[in-house]
T-cell receptor, first 114, second 112 residues
Framework: NAGVMQNPRHLVRRRGQEARLRCSPM?????VYWYRQLPEEGLKFMVY????????ESGMPKERFSAEFPKEGPSILRIQQVVRGDSAAYFC????????????FGSGTQLSVL | GESVGLHLPTLSVQEGDNSIINCAYS??????FIWYKQESGKGPQFIID?????DKRQGQRVTVLLNKTVKHLSLQIAATQPGDSAVYFC???????????FGQGTELSVKP
């Protein structure tokens, strides 16, 4: 049973480029969460999605960041016009019911902005 | 700011000793708590969870204690091993679907 799959594992972008991070949840999970982690810090909630719906985007920056979870295919976290401050590890997690239950995390995408 | 915090950012223990990692939370509406372990370069890994109607839960070598009166959570690791070296995060569910709020983390270092 494959876990949460994230790709790419490492992503290097120059300032002003776009970054696309992909997340395939565990089989049978329809709830996806994105978190950002800066070095030596905890995980900061960004966005919570269910298939084709954004449930909670209270942690998303107001500009340049967007997320989707289409009916078919992986969830995508998109960062437009990246800046150096966007450099971080981005983790995706999934759960089956979207209630008070444990989240299963992927291995993350390390984004480096030059 | 975050509602979950940790008292100690680093903890160093001798192999074979017991470890205790503490966490304070501020949201009295939180009803579900989890401890995760994160090794370098990896995603968080579930260790143990507890619901607010319990004050103690045991797993294999790990015990979580919940004190709702003082809003305190702790993780106890028995007979700590080198493989336990990692950063440990507590997280709480504040009743907004499956969303978890994470604390800052404690780095556990086990000396052989």
């Amino acid at each position: 049973n494959a876990g949460v799959m994230q790709n790419p594992r490492h992503l290097v972008r120059r300032r002003g480029q776009e970054a696309r991070l992909r997340c395939s949840p565990m089989k049978g999970h329809s709830h996806v969460y994105w978190y950002r982690q800066l070095p030596e810090e905890g995980l900061k909630f960004m966005v919570y999605l269910q298939k084709e719906n954004i449930i909670d985007e209270s942690g998303m920056p107001k500009e340049r960041f967007s997320a989707e979870f289409p009916k078919e295919g992986p969830s995508i976290l998109r960062i437009q016009q990246v800046v150096r401050g966007d450099s971080a590890a981005y983790f995706c997690a999934s759960s089956p019911r979207g209630t008070d239950e444990k989240l299963f995390f992927g291995s993350g995408t390390q984004l480096s902005v030059l | 700011g975050e509602s979950v915090g940790l008292h100690l950012p680093t903890l160093s223990v001798q192999e074979g000793d017991n470890s205790i990692i503490n966490c304070a939370y501020s949201n009295s509406a939180s009803d579900y708590f989890i401890w995760y372990k994160q090794e370098s370069g990896k995603g968080p890994q579930f260790i143990i969870d507890i619901r607010s109607n319990m004050d103690k839960r045991q797993g294999q070598r790990v015990t979580v204690l919940l004190n709702k009166t003082v809003k305190h959570l702790s993780l106890q690791i028995a007979a700590t091993q080198p493989g336990d070296s990692a950063v440990y995060f507590c997280a709480e569910n504040i009743g907004q679907g499956g969303k978890l709020i994470f604390g800052q983390g404690t780095e556990l270092s086990v000396k052989p």
